[in-house]
């Protein structure tokens, strides 16, 4: 009787575990999988006749994996990364950002050059995922990574100090320097930072890079700074605020809200609040000089300002946009935002005042989508 009663408990235990699980999945990432990553871990954008993969999406890819506690996917992704983009070493080697068909049937590296900002999610990645599943492996290549960077993608700019460069290549010259804000969310800079010069250095002039150059409360894709007249905010053209610059909005709203950067930040940016706010959604493009908002931004958009609007009432209506209209298999930008954004709404995770990972791993997750 006794050995009927253990295993009825035990069959019990187990069902509750299975339904735990179940519970703390996160259906949208496992769609993300299904639609956008290949079996080898290449994460694939649709929108391109190529099939591209950029080391941008393979650096989200394991962000999300992470925050899932997926480890097969991740190792699947690092593989892929590490054996395609940078030449089987990532200790040695900063990742190229673009892969694709090239020619009939010839998939290989088409531009060598390679995106910043990829680079530093890879690497805070690796680091973190070597904290939290106790994988010296992994810490141990992202360090080697991290120090590449700081190697090859880092410049002293005479009036800044130490600035990230978006690429090894292409973003300097006699004159001056091109930026883009989007590129050092502000938790990874502080988590850097703690790994000595020149990350302390660069976390500061980072925090000037969004702060100078958004005379309206918004910020731009990108942005240049010449040795003479240092930043150039007016140009013939305009400078446009759009889809790269959404992400300084979101890395803002996940910063902890005891990071002494936030508050500053928020209330710098608030304009684009306060544009949310009267018309309901983000626009899609705004000029940085005049402030001047044209067409309506895309889901992704929303999802984006879901960890950095204040007002409930603002918060709320882009919540149920995201869910009204959540994304594809054709929109793999504005669906790594809505993970993203949608996934902190959902407090799938946090980051702590270090820039370190809080993953919810532990208790049951929250509804949805």
Known sequence: MMNVVRHAGLALL???????NAACDWPAWERFKTTYISDGGRVIDPSDARKITTSEGQSYALFF??????????????????????????????????WGKKEADRWMVIDSNSASDADLWIAWSLMEAGRL?????????????????????????????AMLLPGKVGFADDEGWRLNPSYLPPQL?????????PWQAIQKTNLRLLLDTAPKGFSP???????????????????????????????????????????RLLAKFNAMATQTARAGLPPEKVDIATGKVTGDGPVGFSASLLPFLQDRDAQAAQRQRVVDNFPGADAYYTYVLTLFGQ???????????????????????????
């Open 14 to 20: 187990m069902l509750v575990t299975l339904q735990v």
């Open 65 to 98: 994996a992470l925050v899932a506690n997926d480890r097969a996917a991740f190792a699947t992704l690092f593989d892929w990364t590490q054996n395609n983009l940078a030449e089987g070493d990532l200790r040695a080697h900063i990742p190229a950002w673009l």
């Open 133 to 161: 599943w106790k994988m010296p492996q992994y810490s141990d290549t992202g360090k080697a990574l991290l120090a590449r960077i700081a190697e090859e993608e880092v410049a002293t700019i005479p009036g800044l100090g």
């Open 189 to 197: 800079a502080r988590y850097f930072a703690r790994t000595g010069a």
């Open 221 to 263: 894709n990108w942005v240049r700074y010449d040795k003479k007249g240092g930043w150039q905010l007016k140009q013939d053209k305009g400078l446009v605020g759009s889809y790269d610059a959404i992400r300084v909005y979101l890395w803002v709203g996940m910063l902890h809200n005891d990071d002494p950067q936030k508050a």
């Open 343 to 369: 996934g902190w709404d959902q407090h799938r995770f946090r980051f702590t005042v270090h820039g370190e990972l809080l993953p919810d791993w532990g208790q049951e997750c929250a509804s949805s989508q």
